[in-house]
């Protein structure tokens, strides 16, 4: 039997501005990787994730990023190492008091954007972002995209990890995700994204933006809540995974 985690990116508005389907998206995903302040989010977009939450029995994990609203923490920064790890923390706490207001229990760190794509190769950043977690909980698991440098720093720092993969993103021949700026990077076809996701899971291969056939493996998979297709992402993914004998669940 194979099963997977499905996670998608939520609390993404901000004030007046609204992003993504979080009411619906909701669900149909085990996990929530909420924004935290920094990229994306704010205090009231914060709770009522959290609330739905709790509602649905919906794992939350926070979704640290830059400190770049406007960028939506998708431009890279360059940054101290105390600065991105005190930056996680930061982060982190500000989740874990609605977490905590709603008796739920945090369950993991998925970092965001620039910050993410970084921990592919960056073991400086990926060791902050770890030095962060251990010392707010070392029970928290690090979502990590699947070939990522930060996976190897946190088990070697004793922390538990899952390895991420996803939906609606194309991959480079190392594993990579596309850059967004690349034609063909964001994956919109529903029935091609969601037979490549039941590859990648069965057979863990999946085919890069070259054509090579690469070797991946993943714990959860991700849907990108602001994606233009993220709530038919999810419904058809419930559809077919529940044809394909891929049982969603919790970690």
Known sequence: MYSIDLNSDMGESFGAYKIGGDDEIIKYVTTANVACGYHAGDPMVMDRVVRMAKERGVDVGAHPGYPDLMGFGRRKMVLSFQEVKNYVKYQIGALSAFTKSYGVQLHHVAPHGAMGNQCQYDEEISQAICEAVCEFDKDL???YCAGAVLGKVAESMGL???????VDRAYMDDLSLAPRKMEGSMITDEDYAIKRCVRMIKE???T????????VRGDTLCVHGDGPKAIQFVKKIRETFEQEGIQIKQL
């Open 204 to 206: 863990g291969k999946v």
């Open 208 to 215: 890069s933006m070259s054509g090579k056939e690469i070797d």
């Open 141 to 143: 698991i690090i979502y």
């Open 160 to 166: 538990r990890t899952a390895a991420e993969i996803f």
